[in-house]
């Protein structure tokens, strides 16, 4: 079923769609959101600017119907706070809730809202080309690690891992599937490294346990391929806070 | 001796001037060049737009009087082959020659020039603030190192290496040196990283023995300060060269 962007936004706002949005509105892109206080946007935009590959910025929401970028989402009947299935509240870093809207917690004097490119976007290409990742067959969540890799430090974001996720491929079928992921630029683009090489390379300790997602037998004729992972700018704002904390 | 860019560019063009541009300049960008065959320019422009912050792109010179960015050269009085200090000429990735000019080995149907931002820009600011850093009171070369932190692969360009600079300051001075190279978004920025720990981190081997540069001393109240360095977009032109030739 293929909906256009803002249908399946009307369908969150009246609680008619809180899935997952794997495959849905082919040939747009799907964004993260992340909601900061105010004091921390500045820094946080910096990061993106700095690592636009695991932290592609799209946009900035300024106040909950206010999209900076009106190339991003073109229309004025949008709100932040209802248009999304779901939303994760963490308070001190720490996850406190799930919700299907959060215009309780929004506060437009102090929040501002991140939209960031999300891989369903080349995941979708590569199906239709006929490179389905392995982990949409099997219908679980794409396998991500934690790497030795770190962001380039901006402000008050220091320290962060670069995370990254897998997909198994064959290895004749390396050029083509970076041929497909390379033009979504916005939505992490092509793969950042790939073969059993790359796991030392990226300081990932066991392929066969993932930080996040289930793990994914990878077949003899196949290596594991990564790519740069949207988890990253949560994982810094929970390394940012982590530190504040000490 | 504070001149105007197009006063040293006119210099360099009438052979008066073909030293070191440390120090020139005051309040304007300065930028390392490097020029590829048509063939890899795509590739290239994507490795920058991927890795900012080691190959902060300022423009492309189409051809070798046109910039693509006017506001990067304000004059249409401008030879790329010809104003620029010294050029050091690579054939299959070996310097061949170093001259002061490439009239005859430009060649406008092929070839393609990137101006890349570098660190002295950045430099310069924070020694005008109190804060000089080390080879240069010492008049020597920065130190820089190879990391095992890769960059985000693009096109041809895949396992290259991230170059970082470094310059010791004292511990307590780390968040204004922070600050103050922070606002050079498109001269690599803030560092980063920092400290001893960041060595492990960023795998370099021996911190008494860089890749390039002279070694310096670090002092007990000091700490190493890493920076992106302009000298990753030519190593990984180097790196891509020897992977061809594999």
């Known amino acids: 079923m293929n909906l ?3 249908q399946l936004r009307l369908q969150c706002r009246n609680g008619e769609f809180n899935g997952h949005t794997s495959g849905y509105c082919n040939g ?3 964004a993260n959101l992340i909601v900061l206080p105010k004091a921390l946007a500045s820094d946080f935009e910096d990061l ?3 690592n636009p590959v695991p932290c592609p910025l799209l946009t900035k929401v300024i106040n909950k119907k206010d999209v900076a970028d009106k190339r991003i989402i073109k229309t004025s009947d949008f709100d932040l706070t209802t248009d999304l299935p779901k939303y994760t509240v963490y308070r001190d870093g720490e996850l406190v809730e799930t919700k299907t809207d959060i215009t309780e917690e ?3 004097e102090d929040h501002v809202g991140f939209l960031i490119g999300c891989s369903f976007s080349f995941e979708n290409e590569l199906a239709t080309n006929g ?3 392995k982990h949409q067959k099997e219908d679980s969540n794409v396998l ?3 790497t030795t890799k770190y962001l380039n430090a901006a402000g008050v974001f220091v320290k962060c891992p670069y995370v990254v996720s897998m997909r198994p491929f064959k290895t004749e079928d390396i050029d083509q599937v ?3 992921s390379r033009p979504f630029k916005k939505t992490h683009g092509e793969p950042i490294d790939w073969g059993y090489d790359a796991v030392a390379r990226l300081g990932i300790k066991d392929l066969q346990n993932p930080e996040f997602g289930a793990p994914i037998e990878i077949a003899d ?3 594991p391929v990564f790519w740069a992972c949207g988890v990253t700018p949560q994982a810094a704002v929970q390394a940012m806070v982590k530190m504040q904390k000490v």
């Open 144 to 146: 991500m690690y934690l």
């Open 48 to 50: 993106c600017f700095r």
């Open 28 to 30: 747009y892109a799907q």
């Open 131 to 133: 490179y389905k990742p």
């Open 4 to 6: 256009y962007p803002q």
């Open 106 to 108: 929004w506060d437009d």
């Open 221 to 223: 004729d196949e290596i």
């Open 178 to 180: 970076r041929n497909i």
